[in-house]
């Protein structure tokens, strides 16, 4: 479903109909509900000074999701010289974790690709693009080039600044400007020629004939490896992370699993997973210790009346956290529906937007898949709790008889809690309603 928003172009000069980008299979930005997905394409009509270029639409790389700050080019659909129509998919653009389908909302030509299939980096904004209303001006856009520009750096406003830079071989980019709105002058140079920044930039030549005799190969960052990796790092880095670590005795929990496979099997239905029961006991944990499905903010603690669930994914394109909305209210066999759904898409690099956004707390299982006994979990921002599950194993315990033993079968699981948010107390709270619900699963269905 795409709509129009009619802004004002760059300098006030004209008002223009701005394209909208909408979802295909493989985007994972958007709505944070279930509802149809656009988002505004960076767009501008633009009247050019120089007599030979007639008017014309600069398309920009849009920004499809709060972390984007950059995007590829997959392929173009169109070609330059074609004519497009309202609706109509001018080109496919690789976000963070998925591909997006770019429509036109408005009938023209393309009389220019900028940046060709396959560009890469390419910033939030940048002109990637330009359409023309007439098929006549399309031949005037032959060698056109978008003014170049440095988004990454500071303006420089001392010419001073700007010739010490480049004398120096310093990167505009690494300095932050303290000149008004924010402008390098001389000092900021200075100051990072004192500050021995330069010095520590070159060691890695240092390092050249140690490469040199060893064997690697670079693997270039993904556009997902880049957005996890910065979120990770704004999560370690600001949320005060702590851990609780409980055992939980499973063995009714698989004996309840077993009986309801019995009863799903004979009626065609799909296998009920030990994760399911895991997704099912944590979100009626949350809905019992309601501070635990909260986040953080300067100003309040948001606490939420849906208890969503998101389920780590591993795939071959990175990791993907789908989200099971109001997985308190669902039955087991709709949970491990979804689940592998989900699973499925997420392997396939086609995730849409209301497939991942909105979740309330995370649920990460090393345990199942890869036997892993106990592991601690980085906290998926905006969300202040992440469970880890660990596997279960068997052990020996003190039987009803004084020297009588039995073995029962444990799993470990470990709540990564934000401080800010989880006092200590509300965090083993909600543990002790967590195994509860394992330890006695019969209540859950009730």
Same mark, same amino acid.
């Given at each position: 479903?795409?709509?129009?928003?009619?802004?004002?172009?760059?300098? +006030?000069?004209?008002?223009?109909?701005?394209?909208?980008?909408?979802?295909?299979?493989?985007?994972?930005?958007?709505?944070?509900?279930?509802?149809?997905?656009?988002?505004?394409?960076?767009?501008?009509?633009?009247?050019?000074?120089?007599?030979?270029?007639?008017?014309?639409?600069?398309?920009?790389?849009?920004?499809?999701?709060?972390?984007?700050? %950059?995007?590829?080019?997959?392929?173009?659909?169109?070609?330059?010289?074609?004519?497009?129509?309202?609706?109509?998919?001018?080109? %496919? &653009?690789?976000?963070?974790?998925?591909?997006?389908?770019?429509?036109?909302?408005?009938?023209?030509?393309?009389?220019?690709?900028?940046?060709?299939? *396959?560009?890469?980096?390419?910033?939030?904004?940048? &002109?990637?693009?330009?359409?023309?209303?007439?098929?006549?001006?399309?031949?005037?856009?032959?060698?056109?080039?978008?003014?170049?520009?440095?988004?990454?750096?500071?303006?420089?406003?001392?010419?001073?600044?700007?010739?010490?830079?480049?004398?120096?071989?310093?990167?505009?980019?690494?300095?932050?400007?303290?000149?008004?709105?924010?402008?390098?002058?001389?000092?900021?140079?200075?100051?990072?020629?004192?500050?021995?920044?330069?010095?520590?930039?070159?060691?890695?030549?240092?390092?050249?004939?140690?490469?040199?005799?060893?064997?690697?190969?670079?693997?270039?960052?993904?556009?997902?490896? /880049? &957005?996890?990796?910065?979120?990770?790092?704004?999560?370690?880095?600001?949320?005060?992370?702590?851990?609780?670590?409980?055992?939980?005795?499973?063995?009714?929990?698989?004996?309840?699993? #077993?009986?309801?496979?019995?009863?799903?099997?004979?009626?065609?239905?799909?296998?009920?997973?030990?994760?399911?029961?895991?997704?099912?006991?944590?979100?009626?944990?949350?809905?019992?210790?309601?501070?635990?499905?909260?986040?953080?903010?300067?100003?309040?603690?948001?606490?939420?009346?849906?208890?969503?669930?998101?389920?780590?994914?591993?795939?071959?394109?990175?990791?993907?956290?789908?989200?099971?909305?109001?997985?308190?209210?669902?039955?087991?066999?709709?949970?491990?529906?979804?689940?592998?759904?989900?699973? /499925?898409?997420?392997?396939?690099?086609?995730?849409?937007?209301?497939?991942?956004?909105?979740?309330?707390?995370?649920?990460?299982?090393? *345990?199942?898949?890869?036997?892993?006994?106990?592991?601690?979990?980085?906290?998926?921002?905006?969300? #202040?709790?992440?469970?880890?599950?660990? #596997?279960?194993?068997?052990?020996?315990?003190?039987?009803?008889? #004084?020297?009588?033993?039995?073995?029962?079968?444990?799993?470990?699981?470990?709540?990564?809690?934000?401080?800010?948010?989880?006092? *200590?107390?509300? *965090?083993?709270?909600?543990?002790?309603?967590?195994? +509860?619900?394992?330890?006695?699963?019969?209540?859950?269905?009730?």
């Amino acid at each position: 479903m795409s709509s129009t928003y009619d802004t004002t172009a760059l300098f +006030g000069i004209q008002k223009s109909n701005i394209s909208t980008t909408t979802t295909k299979m493989g985007s994972i930005t958007g709505s944070l509900f279930n509802r149809d997905f656009s988002c505004p394409l960076n767009s501008r009509r633009c009247f050019s000074s120089v007599s030979d270029l007639p008017p014309h639409q600069e398309i920009g790389m849009p920004s499809l999701s709060p972390t984007m700050t %950059e995007g590829n080019i997959a392929r173009w659909l169109k070609k330059e010289g074609d004519k497009i129509s309202t609706g109509e998919v001018l080109c %496919e &653009v690789e976000t963070d974790k998925a591909t997006v389908e770019m429509e036109c909302m408005e009938e023209g030509y393309l009389a220019k690709i900028i940046r060709g299939d *396959g560009a890469k980096e390419i910033k939030v904004g940048e &002109v990637i693009a330009i359409t023309v209303e007439d098929e006549d001006d399309i031949s005037k856009f032959k060698d056109y080039q978008p003014p170049a520009s440095d988004a990454s750096a500071p303006p420089v406003k001392d010419p001073l600044a700007r010739k010490l830079a480049e004398e120096n071989n310093v990167p505009l980019s690494s300095i932050k400007g303290t000149g008004p709105d924010g402008r390098i002058v001389k000092a900021d140079i200075e100051d990072y020629l004192a500050s021995g920044v330069k010095e520590v930039s070159a060691a890695p030549k240092a390092q050249v004939g140690i490469d040199a005799v060893l064997d690697y190969t670079d693997v270039p960052h993904s556009q997902i490896r /880049k &957005v996890t990796a910065s979120r990770l790092l704004l999560s370690k880095q600001t949320i005060p992370h702590y851990y609780l670590t409980v055992d939980t005795c499973v063995d009714k929990l698989m004996g309840l699993r #077993s009986k309801l496979n019995s009863l799903q099997e004979a009626s065609g239905g799909a296998r009920i997973s030990v994760n399911d029961l895991v997704i099912k006991a944590a979100a009626l944990a949350l809905r019992k210790v309601p501070r635990c499905n909260s986040s953080w903010t300067d100003d309040y603690i948001r606490q939420y009346h849906n208890v969503n669930i998101n389920v780590a994914v591993q795939t071959d394109n990175g990791l993907f956290v789908p989200v099971i909305r109001d997985a308190d209210k669902k039955g087991l066999s709709k949970i491990g529906e979804e689940v592998k759904q989900l699973a /499925k898409k997420a392997r396939e690099n086609s995730l849409k937007p209301q497939d991942y956004e909105g979740g309330t707390f995370t649920v990460s299982n090393l *345990g199942g898949p890869f036997g892993i006994k106990q592991f601690c979990a980085i906290i998926n921002p905006p969300q #202040s709790g992440i469970l880890a599950v660990g #596997s279960a194993e068997k052990r020996v315990i003190p039987g009803s008889g #004084s020297e009588q033993y039995e073995f029962a079968s444990f799993m470990s699981v470990t709540l990564s809690c934000d401080h800010r948010v989880i006092d *200590g107390a509300v *965090g083993a709270e909600w543990l002790k309603a967590f195994k +509860g619900y394992v330890e006695n699963p019969e209540s859950m269905l009730l």
